[in-house]
Nanobody, 124 residues
Framework: QVQLVESGGGLVQAGGSLRLSCAAS????????MGWFRQVPGKEREFVAA????????YYADSVKGRFTISRDNAKNTLYLQMNSLKSEDTAAYYC?????????????????WGQGTQVTVSS
């Protein structure tokens, strides 16, 4: 089992930045591919970004490409999401997820472990 705890959410003005963190425990973090998803009430969970277990490969949703950066520090068992140039449409609950195996994946069903989420609100 892997336990994931997100932090770093909050209220920010449009154009601003936030950095989300996801602390992992319970298994060898460097063996687990990680991703970020987001969800607004009444809508399905949406893929944001993913990173391979080693951190050598990343993948982004078109809606965040060029504005968000996913990274990980395997020595600290922590996943990050740097969010710049935030827009009101980025407002959502953000979840980190972990999947057994090395390669990144983009579908929610491909992930085995989920955090509890952290709210990001962007005011226009």
């Amino acid at each position: 089992q892997v336990q994931l705890v997100e932090s770093g959410g909050g209220l920010v003005q449009a154009g601003g930045s936030l950095r989300l963190s996801c602390a992992a425990s319970g298994r060898t973090f460097s063996h687990i591919a990680m991703g970020w998803f987001r969800q607004v009430p009444g809508k399905e969970r949406e893929f944001v970004a993913a990173i391979s277990a080693t951190g050598s490969s990343t993948y982004y949703a078109d809606s965040v490409k060029g504005r968000f950066t996913i990274s990980r520090d395997n020595a600290k068992n922590t996943l990050y999401l740097q969010m710049n140039s935030l827009k009101s449409e980025d407002t959502a609950a953000y979840y980190c997820a972990g999947g057994d195996g090395g390669w990144y994946r983009v579908q929610p069903y491909e992930y085995n472990y989920w955090g509890q989420g952290t709210q990001v609100t962007v005011s226009s």
